[in-house]
């Protein structure tokens, strides 16, 4: 079964700084999605990327596939308190499941 | 509106108890999801739905049965709760089109067994 390992667990960093979380699979990943959990809430989607090389922004957030489709990252520019929260990686694991990382509890300091 | 609901928000009952989440969703999706979230925030499927046929179901204990009454509802029914049964539950239904899947979550519902 596949698996999602992502790293780091937990996060904290200056309002400001920039920042980086990576999600690894043991398996070649035929759709990667990032949701961002907020405390009391459900998950919001965030992105998905399907091809090896892909990249995605939205503000600022940016996610990347690498070409061996094994690995991806989680890029935020110049934080806000805003962007606290779990981020959550997850893979399609067939017949339309999802199986995700661990979580990466991200901490924003004014 | 809101897109999936999930009732109650939060749930505390007694080991032993036999308790019940529901899920909605008004998007018109066919496929919807149970999802356990465990104290260390691992996140889990639990079952599939599609149609209001049972399409998923991930080695969950038999005290968990899910039921669809209809395309737009999968609610949760949990018999004889255990402590370990404690987590946040998470309902989700399926897009699919425009050339990927994206699931759609609701709030969660905190259970608590003492």
């Known amino acids: 079964s596949q698996e999602l390992e992502q790293s780091p667990q937990s996060l904290i960093v200056q309002e400001g700084k920039n920042l980086t979380i990576n999600c690894t699979s043991s398996k070649t990943l035929y759709g990667l999605y990032w949701y961002k959990q907020k405390y009391g809430e459900g998950l919001i989607f965030l992105m998905m990327l399907q091809k090896g090389g892909e990249e995605k922004s939205h503000e600022k957030i940016t996610a990347k596939l690498d070409e061996k489709k094994q690995q991806s990252s989680l890029h935020i520019t110049a934080s806000q308190p805003s962007h606290a929260g779990i981020y959550l990686c997850?893979?399609?694991?067939?017949?339309?499941?999802?199986?995700f990382g661990q979580g990466t509890r991200l901490t924003i300091n004014p | 509106d809101t897109a999936v609901s999930q009732t109650p928000k939060y749930l505390v009952t007694q080991m032993g108890n036999d308790k019940s989440i529901k899920c909605e969703q008004n998007l018109g999706h066919d496929t919807m999801y149970w999802y356990k979230q465990d104290s260390k925030k691992f996140l889990k499927i639990m079952f599939s739905y599609n149609n209001k046929e049972l399409i998923i179901n991930e080695t969950v204990p038999n005290r968990f049965s899910p039921k669809s009454p209809d395309k737009a509802h999968l609610n949760l029914h949990i018999n004889s709760l255990e402590l370990g049964d404690s987590a946040v539950y998470f309902c989700a239904s399926l897009y699919t089109g425009g050339g990927y899947d994206e699931q759609f979550f609701g709030p969660g519902t905190r259970l608590t067994v003492l």
């Open positions: 997850g893979a399609t694991g067939g017949a339309q499941k999802l199986v």
